[in-house]
């Protein structure tokens, strides 16, 4: 029976093998989450993601209705979210004080790396509501806890995030939704909203929407703006629902893909009856954003894997049942699969080598949070929270980049069937195209890189993680069967390390835009690099036990076991693909590091009326 | 005024300046086809695709709707087909005895340029009438072309091509449709095709289908396969119509895009009612099929670029009218419009670069038709010719792949709002994902460059196309302003020379496989090389007039007139472009070619297995 959504055997040896998920159990914080129990958890997740939520891919992709002011999400969504909320799956990561599991991050991310990829659209409700929840649990007050944390872990209330206006997009300073306080301390709010996933929705019985406004009187721009906690029914006291709180969702946006998620247009106080509390301090809702959105960066990313692991399970599965035209090595012979053809095959290992790397990044950054959490020292914690800080526009920017690739390969593969509904592959590409803009453009990711975590605490943020990655080519330069892999693999990471110089140098000289043009470049040329890490480190772990596994490293004995044994081919699989990466792909990166290099100022330097048009 | 679907400014410099479309003229076949009235063809053209084709774009995205057994296309398609056929556009560069223009092919191209951008799904009804007409002017009888081929041309009849079978997509060998002999001469055709485009639609009289089919008892594969033509309604000799001919369509495709264009699933003689005639000769299908098949991938090339046109003017004109964010250099100024943000210029710049390039390399494969009809002698025709081939794949194959890297990015540029219905650049970029995978994927153009056109005329061939590029980098070496870059240009171009030996030997030895798992790199980095002659070219020529407008090459003087001069600014524009794409853009091809010329076989040596799954 061929695997859907992702690859057990994978998602297994990155949880167990490489990020040894199950050694955070030797904490009293993980105790209980041993190997057994990790086991338990994926399996679960996986049966649900594929028996329940999967049906409801296709059907959620006939999209949202809207009508008299309500959105009736696709009706098959209504069970499924009731079983999710049932299986407790919202809070996995949470405090058990309100409702959460208290799992390791780690271990959360391969549950919903099964979900997310069973039907984006549907969880983007889920990450929503989790990511307000998470809101009010580190800003609200006692009383903003008690009246709705639990209900919103338990997923009984949803979540949202209002944010973008029509003249404040990436530019937020710029939003005028206004908060004026009223005598009993609440904010009467007035606005509108665009662009919000899940603003109003059929599933849930109360709606609670994190607003970011500015109270009136307060300062222009960013140092102005301040967060409040607005429900779209208000919540008494004993937390019963009291009356509609005039949040009025006025349209649904028609969209490319992710049907399944209302976006909607949201006025709020249009007959002056919107009522909100502060959540947090006056004027500091920026950074309670900033805060937040680290998580729903790496929530985005992780949209972006999930989408990409779905599509290459298909795509590997369509390629080794679809029989068309012969082997080029076998001319005479009959029509064999179309995994026998190159080109097929050149398209798949990109789709392995990007998935598997993806994988592995995102395990790897919920292991970074797990073990901030149980740091034992200040510079142990700041330790992983720097690496998580470079990690998240890599997470958000270079894996939804790549996800928009992988599963254009995926329709690739399909020929002519991938084009059409009747396979998934084309939801797929409609619904990941989303994901390299909202939570900050994938330029703004490149800024964020350029601008912020290069020269983060003058620049030992950044050479710390460049510390990681050196550390992993020195460790599979002592393997045989990886040294020559790392060595190849080693010449791009100095030329990067030697362009970051570079670039940061320029991003604060007068040409500073010169920098910037190259910011994107080179966040791809990070992210490869990263992927490279990752997959290197993949075979490093491969190496000795697929020799184990042959009794030695004789070439013809280990070919012998790669045949004939499913674990030797999975851990030859982890070689053969880090050997694509860095062999076949990391050139292109040096290509575009030599590009950076050069910082032509073209794109600066060019006039407006040049451009044509 | 905003330009809308091309800039007509640079439309007339590929058609003037670059490929002197007027000198054409001087032929007695072309001599009525001057400066004016190529203009004024280019301006009519325009103001069609402008007032009338481009209102059905969006309309037309709704889709076309399967009752009864009919096609019913997209209301709005109705009118404008019938002001489209008035304007007699079909026939553009066709023998005027059959209704044609007799217009040169790289005129015609302008004019399908704004035609194509200005909705796709309509013009695929006209491109497969022209291809399926062109067949029977080339393969018919003089029965056959008097019965049918002034209709064609004239839009009252259309036409299609009926491949693809659900077991044979690209092995087209492996068809089953069978045709047996009548004892009148004409064939009974049995059979079932899919994905016809335009296969059953409801704006003509009849519908002429070219149909692959064996005849019983002919060769397996290939070689038994010959040409039909099959009318939707049988043609008596008087050229009325004559009973239904039983072609039934049984449903059309749900798809990504191109909405306005019905994807049919035919029966052929379910009722055994379904006679054709031969369309040349017995057996000789295929290459028929062939002979076409260079137009028909020329037309999806082109396809690709009219789309990525119009979506550039959309992006570039949002870019201008878009305030958001303040100016990197000027954090306290206020906020600028998008294109003063380099990451926003650098995606500008890249999709200006392809568009230009595409427009150079598809009316310079005009140009070269053109010549290759007027050639004095057969040696002079074969380089023509010979160019096209090189040129085929990379129209088809090349500017493909880039159309969804250039629509992606106008979607980029829009922000959320580019995910949007409200905007039209995401349904470019659903409409031209299909434009890689018809008329042969383009993992199959990859092939044609390596497995036919590298060795064609022992290579010659391939070489007289190099040669075209050493003859441009030498030219733009002898120009102060294009010097330098000519000689960064020459570097990859000895590199791609050097490889393109490489990969042709690997391919002949036992190893072919491993050169054709590069055989699409090697494809991509032809192409980039191609875009960067192009715009090398453009350089080439803008350069003098920009230093004659300016009264010499002192960089002060052409600054101020390119501040003040709407011309001057266009031909810096030109230079800009060509210092992008070869400074900032071909390093990454170096490192393409870096990888091609490791040639590391992981693609290729790796067990099925070991994908995973």
Not at 329 to 334: M, N, W
């Amino acid at each position: 029976m061929a695997q859907l959504i992702a690859d057990r055997r994978d998602v297994d040896f990155v949880l167990h093998e490489q990020m040894e998920a199950a050694e955070l159990a030797k904490s009293d914080k993980f105790a209980e989450f041993d190997k057994k129990t990790i086991d338990l958890i994926v399996t679960e997740a996986r049966n649900l993601a594929i028996k329940e939520i999967l049906p409801t891919q296709k059907p959620g992709d006939e999209g949202c209705r809207f009508e008299n002011g309500q959105v009736l999400v696709p009706e098959c969504f209504h069970k499924v979210f009731k079983v999710y909320n049932e299986g407790e799956w919202l809070a996995m990561t949470d405090d058990p004080e309100w409702g959460g599991q208290g799992m390791p991050k780690v271990i959360s991310l391969a549950a919903n790396e099964y979900f997310h990829g069973a039907n984006a659209s549907f969880m983007l409700y889920q990450s929503l509501s989790h990511g307000a929840a998470k809101l009010v649990e580190t800003y609200g007050t006692k009383e903003q806890k008690n009246l709705y944390l639990k209900k919103m872990y338990a997923g009984k209330w949803s979540g949202t995030m209002l944010l973008t206006e029509p003249e404040a997009g990436s530019d937020v300073g710029a939003l005028t939704t206004s908060a004026k306080k009223n005598a009993d301390g609440t904010y009467s709010i007035t606005g509108s909203k665009i662009f919000i996933s899940g603003g109003e929705q059929d599933m849930v019985e109360n709606i609670i929407h994190p607003v970011l406004a500015r109270i009136e009187g307060a300062p222009e721009g960013t140092r102005g703006i301040s967060l409040f906690l607005v429900p779209k029914y208000r919540v008494k006291p004993d937390g019963s629902l009291g009356e509609f709180n005039d949040v009025v969702c006025t349209g649904i946006e028609e969209k490319m893909g992710l049907h399944g998620n209302a976006t909607c247009s949201l006025t709020l106080g249009g007959k002056g009856q919107c009522i909100g509390t502060l959540l947090g301090e006056e004027n500091k809702g920026m950074s309670a954003m900033f805060t937040m959105m680290n998580e729903a960066r790496q929530f985005v990313g992780l949209e972006g894997f999930a989408v990409s692991t779905a599509a290459y399970m298909h795509a590997l599965n369509y390629a080794r049942e679809r029989i068309q035209s012969r082997d080029l090595a076998d001319p005479k012979g009959g029509p064999v699969s179309i995994i026998h053809h190159p080109d097929v095959r050149r398209q798949l290992l990109i789709m392995k080598a990007y998935v598997e790397g993806m994988r592995s990044l995102i395990y790897y950054t919920g292991r970074c949070w797990d073990l901030a959490s149980l740091a034992a020292s200040d510079a142990e914690r700041a330790h992983y929270t720097g690496l998580i800080e470079v990690l998240t526009p890599i997470v958000k920017g270079y894996i939804t980049d790549k996800a928009l690739e992988v599963t254009s390969h995926g329709v690739q593969i399909y020929g002519g069937y991938g084009y059409t509904k009747e396979y998934p592959v084309e939801q797929l590409m409609r619904d990941c195209r989303i994901f390299m803009i909202y939570e900050g453009t994938n330029g703004i990711q490149a800024m964020d890189l350029l601008g912020r975590k290069l020269g983060m605490n003058k620049g030992k943020t950044f050479l710390d993680y460049l510390g990681e990655i050196r550390k992993q080519i020195d460790a599979a330069k002592e393997i045989p069967m990886t040294a020559a892999l790392a060595g190849n693999m080693e010449k791009v990471f100095n030329r990067l390390a030697e362009t970051a110089i570079q670039l940061g140098k320029t991003a604060m000289s007068d040409k500073v835009k010169f920098a910037y043009a190259f910011a994107h470049p080179f966040l791809e040329s990070l992210g490869d690099l990263t992927m490279a890490w990752m997959l290197l480190w993949r075979a490093a772990i491969a190496a000795p036990k697929l020799a184990k596994l042959a009794g030695g490293t004789d070439p013809a004995a280990i070919k012998a076991k790669v045949e004939s044994n499913k674990e030797a081919s999975f851990y030859d699989g982890q070689l053969q693909t880090a050997r694509f990466f860095i062999n076949s792909m990391l050139p292109i990166t040096l290509g575009r590091l030599e590009a950076i290099h050069n910082m032509d100022g073209a794109a600066v330097e060019m006039l407006d009326a040049a451009f044509g048009g």
